[in-house]
């Protein structure tokens, strides 16, 4: 699914009236409303209301909130988890395909954002939150395990634990969802050369 | 207020019993719940619940719920803002100022977890949370100021925008309240090292 931004689908959703969403559309909406109010807080009757469909209309496509939720949750882990397998992740030397990662996980974050940050406020409430934690950490140790490649490699210091490294570097990607906005003055490629670069190298000159 | 971990306050909770709660206990079991269960969702009678109270009881130490989550959020703010005021952040060069800021971040976080993980999800829904945004934005601002400082003296790379340096290493920095532990393997020192290192000099080796 495309991710819509806040603006342009609260501008949207009142115009494209009752018929015509399809499952995609009816999840991005979903989805919206889940970051604006919380899916533990989100009813199926605010889900309709903010559709403008019944109840057994949002049924016909959506066996139950949960699976709103799963699908969505699918997006964006599907997303991250396809990162570990482009080309570039997969040959040459840790620390390329290190760049590499980090430089798509930006990407997915922010061509996602609405799956992403949903993703991210998962506390394991439900099986499909916890089963979404558990996929969670096995991408975290798939990158831990290509970092302390890495620093095997002597390409990343080896004073820091890698978990830790990890750690801090995707909580600077995943900040994203809290600031960056696609449409604003950062594009996604300045926006991953930046961060990459503070990862890499740090704010610091030499 | 100090900031009890999660498994302090509810091994202690019950056994504590009805009387005796001064208003920093009451404010530290209050913050506690509104983390787990979030802020809006979390009701008076909630609140009464968990500390064993009746809710006038509760009323006698705060006028309301609002007022536990005002003060909880300048217990953040100040200890943030008195980052900026330290000995270490007003003298020296401004790359060591930028050192000390940043240390003296994790510092407070891993000592405040509680009252900052709570200010960090504060979305705006209220005079109390707006107050906050515009404190934490004018915190912001200061870094940035500092950063943009740094980057005029050639001590800070200039090829990223200062105000967006602050935020991807502010980014890395606030990830700790999702996953660092004071009870946990690293400590407090170590961690606040770990941070500075990668944010000024990166996780590539040279």
Redesign the interface.
Known sequence: MSAPTAAETSAAAPRRGRPGYDRAQILEISVELFNEQ?Y??TSVSDLAARLGLTKSALYHHFDSKEQLLAEALDDALGALEGVLEEPAATTGSP?ERLDAVLRSAVRVLSDRLPTVTLLLRVRGNSPSERAALDRRRAFDQRVTAL?REAQDA????D???GA??T??????????V??YRPTGQ?DRDR?AH??V?????????R
């Open positions: 919380g533990d807080a620390a970092v002597g390409l990343v210091r004073d820091i634990d830790v490294t750690r801090l570097v995707f909580g600077m990607i995943n900040s994203l809290e600031w950062i926006l930046d961060i670069t503070i990862a890499l190298d740090g704010m610091r000159t």
